[in-house]
């Protein structure tokens, strides 16, 4: 395959009229917000990293894939429009060849106050695969054959995925409509305990309830991929223990090395790699630090990687960056009670040094570049990359999804 996308240019909702049909905002720049970084190689490295792009599926098991506004306190505004745009620039200038995207996420606040109603669930859904619809860069991920379709043409494959299951209150056929959308991944809990169980953000985790246990029968029965990224510790080795099938911990990073709520301790991702799931490596603003690190960026990110790989092995991590197109650090400081922030971060103790955005590491573009360019450059094996950019998690989703 050409490091080239088959991308023509489409941008977000094209076919419409800007200003008569929605709202317009003037958007962040999807390529040049910050300074680029690429990490430095030899010739001879940079025709390693051609040619394990070509040969190899890169997926990104985390990212958030809408642009941001520039002026990134405008975002409430905006995001009560329900019309969020998508990162196709930025995307077709990227080495991912499929990316589980969590569209609004915490921030789902269509016509609520708190978020995560089933109708703005399925607004922003609906809305992002009608913009979909019109174009033909990105392909609605169904299947494994539609990534590796995605690899061959030059396309990219878009997992819809949504962070916690909030949204299905009660209602276990919620979980069936929400896989006829295409839904093929989905988290237990989004930090904030919901009827399935505890979120990280609980000083007591009660564990999987027994509607969660309904709940995890089901989508094993309905092939929908099982996140615990969120969930209090309990919660995560519950729902490991009881699902039939292998479940991620999509971005996340080793609490060893930095002691926060939002980090897993070693017991959980002993116990999702013994599944057989994979362990996607965070990368989102002041999460990934490390005590030699602690100005989040590329290198605190990759402490977290070889930590994860020593620990259960090179078969059991991959990457979710958790990246955005915008403000990431400025989008923290509007909406920190939302993302439960101030809970992920508690625990450590240790101080961190708080950057604007982490290098190498900026969105989805850049980060998709340097984790290739990072293995290569510290001599990692073709098969070990080749393994933690994509093909681990291939493995699981052949197991998962029917």
Known sequence: MSLTKSYNGYRSFEYLEKGKDYQDFELADQLRRVASYLVPLTTEQEIRVEQIVRDNIMISMHEHLGVFPKDVYETPEYLRNG???????????????????????????????????????????????????????????????DIHRAHDEGRLAWIATQEGAAMIENELD???????????????TYSESNALGSGL????????????????????????LIDCSHTGDQTALDTISFSTKPIVLSHIGAKALWNTNRMAPDEVLRACADKGGVIGIEAAPHTTLTAAHP???????????????????????????????????????????????????????????????????????????????????????DQEIAKVIGGNVLRVLKEVWW
């Open 201 to 224: 953000k609980e000083q007591r985790d009660g564990g999987l309830t027994s509607f969660g246990r309904k709940a995890v029968e089901r989508m094993n029965k309905l092939g929908i």
């Open 295 to 381: 100005s989040h960026n590329l290198e605190s990110v990759m402490d977290h990687f070889e930590y994860v790989k020593s620990l259960v092995g090179v078969d059991h991590v991959s990457f979710g960056p958790d990246t955005v197109y915008g403000d990431h650090v400025g989008l923290h400081h509007a909406y920190s009670s939302a993302l439960s922030l101030k809970e992920s971060k508690s625990g450590s103790g240790l101080d961190y040094n708080e950057v604007e955005y982490v290098k190498g590491m900026e969105n989805p573009t850049e980060a998709s570049k340097n984790i290739v360019r990072w293995l290569v450059k510290k001599g990692y094996s």
């Open 83 to 145: 019309r969020m745009a998508t990162g196709f620039l930025g995307l077709a200038h990227s080495h991912w060849d499929a990316v589980f995207d969590n569209l609004m996420n915490g921030l789902c606040r269509i016509h609520s106050k708190s978020g995560w109603k089933w109708s703005e669930v399925l607004h922003d859904l609906g809305m992002r695969l009608c913009d979909i619809a019109h174009q033909d860069f990105i392909i609605h991920c169904k299947g494994v054959a």
């Open 174 to 188: 919620r979980l069936d409509i929400l896989y006829g959308f295409g839904l093929r991944s989905l988290g237990i």
